[in-house]
């Protein structure tokens, strides 16, 4: 039986899991696939308007793979996996800028290019956070700028004025005293593809649920870990110690009522083409394993 493959996304939680012994403990025979892998920065330049979604769609070669609960949502709607219905987790993010920048408040964001992942979290958690304060026609965001690293690496080369950064960068730009203009924390959710047998499923989760614990007693011993899914340039600068545990998994129900709604605000806001969503059925595009 071929093993059991997990794209890792930018969080602590595989790397502690796989240290602790926890996938072993649950008898899994897996193996890492990074679909995403960002240490020489390569597959976080993608282009113009290639995000999370457009990744799924073509495929990241895993079992598994995790991004915002958003497009999750849709990819699952569509057909590319079945969303994982018992679990989600929670992402620190937020829209920053460089410390010596005229803007300090997000309604000086007015106008000003925000760069963000096409149909990833940041774009729609920018979107959700800014509408408190701008116009639909004054939030200006910028799908050119890459993936998550990608979009940190030119803010911090001064390349663009502002991007939307969660987790690991998000620690990194506090680090090195980049300012946040305002939060924009997300859910995550998970894609299950290529037909994988659902009790390695169960396993990779009770080893997470593990790893979890371990992070919530004691993030200073795994925050490291972060380099492993880093650009190398930044290596000798990061001062891991630092930063904070990041995502959170909570291991609750992503209900058809959170489908649902979060389905229509989608929709609403125009972030796919009209008829591009797919069924939008929750008990076609999940899966919940609680029971099984």
Known sequence: MAKFTIAPHMRLHEWVAEEKGYFAAEGLDYEFH?????TEGKSHQLGDKVGAFQTFEKGRGSDIGCACHWTVNVSASVGHGKLYADAYS??????????????????????????VGYQSGSHYSAIQALEQYLKPEEIKLSFSDGMLFSRMELLIDR??????????????????????????????????????????????????RNAQRDIDLRPDLYTHYYKKEFPVRFHDVMDTRRWGPGERLVF?????????????????????????????????????????
Do not use: N
Request: overall charge negative; glycine content about 8%.
């Open 159 to 208: 390349k663009v004025p502002a991007a939307s950064l969660f987790s690991g960068p998000y620690y990194f730009l506090e680090q090195l005293g980049f300012r946040k203009i305002i939060d924009t924390t997300f859910m995550m959710a998970s894609l299950i593809t290529r037909d994988p047998d659902m009790e390695d499923v169960k396993k990779y989760f009770r080893a997470l």
């Open 90 to 115: 929670v992402a620190p993010a937020g829209i920053f800028v460089a410390p010596e920048s005229p803007i300090h408040g997000p309604a000086e964001l007015a106008g000003v290019p925000i760069s």
């Open 252 to 292: 609750e129900p992503y209900t058809k009522d959170v489908f649902d709604k979060s389905f229509e605000w989608i929709s609403e806001h125009g972030i796919f083409p009209e008829g591009a969503m797919g069924s939008g059925k929750y008990e076609d595009s999940c899966v919940s394993l609680a029971s099984k």
């Open 34 to 38: 990074e679909a995403l892998d960002s």
